[in-house]
């Protein structure tokens, strides 16, 4: 059976997607953590987001998998745009979950800028906690929010920098219509980092994109409404 692939996103990392592994029981599904972030948060971070998908592609070249379902949310979702962009063959099937297409993220709950300053202000403890709870609809309160804050707490105040540069000087607009690879798009209703516009372009740029709106979620879809996110997610890898 063809291995199934998660891209985390900015302050995220592979302990987050347990729920998903277990769903997708029967599959082989790989969730990698990316340099400087969960469990590589000793690695340094690529300065860039076509750095961050070359080094998935070589990791996952190590590890024998040659062609796989990739899965990729917010920053990870860029990251798989790239990765898409430069081994399409690789590729048997694409989620873009939470993410867009324009690195500068408008319309996001405050800007890139913003968030750097407040991160060299505020340091990387409080950051990770404070971004971490604007990816839930009840923030702080959410069930799965001291989790996602613990695996963003790994990261150092230097990869949260990197990782807000790469974000900023990116944008996969103009590859959208070459992708040809069977994408689903996955968004949360409530999003405060991806508004509908950004989810929009990407339904309606790739060709024969299918989309899978969840309503009552913010960014984290997948630990929000989990049943729901699993069922169409298996749905896709399986059909």
């Known amino acids: 059976m063809t291995p199934v692939v998660f891209v985390h996103g900015f302050l995220g990392g592979s302990r987050q997607w347990l729920g998903q592994v277990e769903a997708l029981a029967g599959f082989n599904v790989v969730a990698l953590d990316l340099p400087g972030f969960g469990e590589n948060a000793h690695l340094n971070a690529p300065d860039s987001i076509a750095g961050f998908a070359e080094w998935a592609l070589r990791e996952l070249s190590v590890r024998g998998i040659e062609r796989f379902i990739l899965i990729g949310h917010s920053m990870g979702g860029m990251?798989?745009?790239?990765?898409v962009a430069r081994a399409p063959e690789r590729i048997d099937r694409l989620v873009l979950y939470g993410t867009g297409t324009i690195g500068i993220l408008p319309g996001r709950f405050e800007t890139i800028g913003t968030s750097k300053r407040r991160a060299n202000a505020e340091g990387p403890r409080a950051t990770a906690r404070r971004i971490a709870a604007t990816?839930?609809?009840?923030?702080?309160?959410?069930?799965?929010y001291e989790d996602c804050a613990m695996i963003a707490e790994q990261c150092s105040l230097q990869t949260m920098l990197t990782?807000?540069?790469?974000?900023e000087?990116?944008?996969g607009a103009k590859h959208l219509a070459d992708i040809m690879t069977r994408t689903l798009v996955i968004w949360g209703d409530r999003d405060r980092t991806y508004p509908w516009s950004q989810t929009e372009q990407l339904w309606q740029s790739i060709p024969d994109a299918n989309l899978a709106v969840i309503p009552g979620c913010a960014h984290a879809t997948h630990?929000?409404?989990?049943g729901l996110f699993n069922s169409i997610l298996r749905d896709f890898c399986a059909a």
């Open 135 to 144: 990816w839930f609809l009840d923030r702080g309160k959410a069930a799965a």
């Open 169 to 171: 000087g990116w944008s």
């Open 79 to 83: 990251i798989v745009q790239e990765m």
């Open 163 to 167: 990782g807000l540069d790469a974000m």
């Open 223 to 226: 630990l929000e409404k989990p």
